[in-house]
């Protein structure tokens, strides 16, 4: 009995070890993130102000989280691979929830697109002048069978205090071609969808 229970123990004792070995050499996943615009030209940052952009009133515009499927509402890369089913890209994850990067990343946009506007990811200050914009994307899949980013777009421009009549409307579906087929060029036409947002809403608040 005595052996027995000793050879209980060290067959325990082995397969706690493999599980701790294993535990140790699994690989930290990737951290990505969607790629950073790039920064306002130098003789643009230098234009003075009109006199008529200086004697106007300060302009606010508060980005609400952006709206994404509840499945991509998470770290984890993932894209479709065929109608009705989904993967993840192994060994890798979004820095940052993806709805949160997303709505940091159209901000950053807005910011450089509409230069004499105050953007707000939060609250802007309660101002007469301050609109609200809410975005919404669904689907926003990359189809890898494709090599194309599908997403559906539809935002709206609030007044103050989020009147139930929006100002602004916008929107449609886009194609977006997702090159090198990696988690970085899915990142990269997320960000390039972005950018297409933010310069649809600045056209039409301008």
């Given at each position: 009995?005595?052996t027995l ?70 770290d984890a ?130």
């Amino acid at each position: 009995m005595t052996t027995l229970r000793r050879l209980v123990v060290s067959q325990g004792l082995i397969l706690w070890a493999l599980g701790l070995g294993a535990c140790s050499t699994a690989p930290m996943p990737t951290l990505l993130s969607l790629p950073l615009p790039p920064a306002p030209a130098a003789a643009a940052s230098k234009v003075p102000a009109s006199p008529a952009s200086v004697a106007s009133a300060p302009r606010f515009l508060t980005l609400r989280r952006v709206n994404i499927p509840e499945y991509l509402q998470t770290d984890a890369v993932r894209y479709r691979n065929a109608d009705s089913t989904l993967a993840e890209w192994p060994n890798t994850a979004w820095a940052e929830r993806l709805e949160v990067g997303l709505t940091n990343q159209l901000a950053l946009l807005l910011r450089q697109a509409l230069p004499s506007w105050t953007v707000c990811d939060s609250h802007c200050p309660s101002m007469p002048t301050g609109q609200v914009l809410i975005v919404n994307i669904a689907p926003l899949d990359y189809v890898r069978s494709a090599g194309q980013l599908r997403a559906d777009i539809s935002w709206r421009i609030t007044g103050p205090g989020s009147t139930p009549t929006p100002v602004h409307v916008g929107g449609g579906s886009s194609s977006t071609p997702v090159s090198p087929d990696t988690p970085v060029g899915q990142a990269a036409a997320m960000s390039q969808l972005l950018d297409q947002v933010a310069q649809d809403v600045a056209s039409t608040v301008r």
